[in-house]
């Protein structure tokens, strides 16, 4: 299984949410503090699952929606889509370098 190197991993993101073009309209500098933002939360939970824990998109999920809305209540409306689709580009890019093991 590969490293995960979490530069390279936003970096994915990033160009997959400015190709997306669905959040366009946000503030200069906000969607890569979004990005961070769901970056931490889930290395928080991952954390949390410790080496032996068995990884829950749906949990994820949630923890991703509650902290974007917390964080980020101007844009509560959107959170739920970037949630989802960061899950999605994440897969993605863990599929691309190797680093998920299906069970």
Do not use: H
């Not at 949410?17 to 946000?26: H, N, P, R, S, V």
């Not at 991703?64 to 999605?88: G, S, V």
């Amino acid at each position: 299984m590969a490293e995960i190197n979490l530069n390279e991993m936003k970096e994915y993101i990033m160009n997959k949410f400015k190709a997306e073009g669905d959040f366009d309209f946000l503030k200069e500098g906000e969607l890569d503090k979004m990005v961070s933002t769901l970056i931490d939360e889930d290395t928080a939970y991952q954390e949390e699952l410790g080496e032996d824990g068995i990884y829950d998109d749906d949990d994820a999920y949630d923890r991703m929606f509650e902290k974007l809305k917390a964080t980020y209540p101007e844009y509560k409306m959107y959170c739920m889509r970037m949630a989802e689709d960061f899950l999605d580009f994440m897969e993605e890019y863990l599929v691309s370098i190797d680093a998920i093991e299906w069970e």
